[in-house]
């Protein structure tokens, strides 16, 4: 058994990229290993949010959690800022880290260009990022491809904090799926599906109604040669279709791609859609009957339980191998 952690910010409500990409899997993960699902609200506030929407969008993020299939009883499913561990040591790794490497991270790099006031949190966020893997002793964490630079960092300040100071922390593996792990924008596929697009087309919402996805795979990017095929250089629209029916009917590529052989992009986008829809409306049901329920914070008290529990013992090895605080008294 594998001990995993995965964080998502409460940013806005995910897309079918982020559940195909990531949640899916976490449902199958969660059976035979000890997982750990956090909701990163610290690592929201990198950027301006409006409280009482921040307040929401986690507790939206969480419904979501369960509602795709997370069991609050077998894993374990938390708020970041509910644990203070993971703000404690991310002061810690902030302290072990060097400024030349967090200016070299990519999201801080495209985040910041061209902005005259940037955030002392958004070049920094890295270290609490790796504080809330490194808390749990994580074997393993699911990401994207684009988080890859990230956990490079993590197993570094991991490696580096050990060598200094005592072998306290488990140099975790990632974990990329081989399918689905970067869904790409339906407007342009050689972008990965974003929330934050602005353009709203680009991007299937887990909570849009049956037309708006009907709407926005009808409007999906393809190309003009009219054949169903998965080719990712040439045909990146219409492999990124392929990729999320694929996933969604749990059919091979190879037999979609036989089965609209000689047919239309109409009939194919049509069909997409219908299995989406199929795979998102009983989540949006059990999403709803959940958001406002006393159960969604009975979960949640129970997952900041069991994560204070460990973080809390992780963090006084921590503070004892660098020192910080008074020596225990006999």
């Known amino acids: 058994m594998s001990i995993i952690f995965s964080g998502i910010q409460p940013s806005g409500t995910i897309t079918?990229?982020?559940?195909?990409?990531?949640?899916?899997h976490f449902v199958d993960l969660q059976e035979n290993n000890q997982?750990?699902?956090?909701?990163v609200?610290?690592?929201?506030?990198?950027?301006?949010?409006?409280?009482?929407?921040?307040?929401?969008?986690?507790?939206?993020?969480?419904?979501?959690?369960?509602?795709?299939?997370?069991d609050p009883l077998k894993s374990t499913l938390f708020i970041q800022s509910e644990v203070p561990a993971h703000a404690q040591l991310g002061w810690v790794m902030q302290c072990i880290s060097y400024i030349g490497e967090l200016e070299r991270m990519t999201q801080f790099k495209d985040k910041s260009a061209g902005k005259d006031a940037v955030s002392a949190g958004l070049l920094t966020y890295p270290p609490l990022m790796v504080a809330d893997i490194l808390l749990y002793k994580t074997d393993i964490v699911p990401v994207g491809?684009?988080?890859?630079?990230?956990?490079?960092?993590?197993r570094d300040l991991a490696e580096r904090?050990?060598?200094?100071?005592?072998?306290?922390?488990t140099i975790p593996e990632v974990s990329i799926p081989k399918v689905g792990s970067r869904i790409m924008s339906l407007q342009d596929p050689t972008k990965k599906m974003s929330k934050s697009d602005p353009n709203t087309k680009a991007f299937i919402s887990m909570l849009d109604d049956e037309k708006q996805i009907e709407k926005k795979i009808k409007s999906a990017v393809t190309d003009s040669e009219g054949i169903i095929k998965f080719d990712k250089?040439?045909?990146?629209?219409?492999?990124?279709?392929?990729?999320?029916?694929s996933i969604c009917s749990n059919q091979s590529i190879e037999n979609l791609e036989k089965q609209y052989e000689g047919k239309g992009y109409g009939e194919f986008k049509a069909?997409?859609?219908?299995?989406?829809?199929?795979?998102?409306?009983?989540?949006?049901e059990r999403y709803y009957s959940l958001l406002e329920s006393e159960k969604l914070d009975e979960y949640l008290d129970l997952g900041a339980e069991k994560a204070n529990a460990v973080a809390a013992k992780m963090?006084?090895?921590?503070?004892?191998a660098i020192g910080l605080g008074r020596k225990t008294r006999k």
């Open 271 to 284: 069909d997409v859609a219908g299995t989406v829809i199929n795979t998102i409306k009983p989540i949006q």
């Open 145 to 154: 491809e684009d988080q890859k630079q990230h956990l490079e960092l993590t």
């Open 16 to 24: 079918l990229g982020n559940y195909l990409g990531a949640l899916k």
């Open 315 to 320: 963090m006084k090895k921590v503070e004892k």
């Open 35 to 39: 997982c750990y699902f956090c909701i």
């Open 161 to 169: 904090f050990n060598k200094k100071y005592n072998e306290i922390f």
């Open 233 to 245: 250089d040439n045909k990146a629209g219409v492999s990124n279709l392929l990729t999320i029916y």
């Open 41 to 70: 609200d610290e690592h929201a506030i990198t950027v301006p949010q409006d409280p009482k929407q921040l307040q929401q969008n986690i507790r939206s993020l969480a419904a979501l959690y369960i509602a795709v299939g997370i």
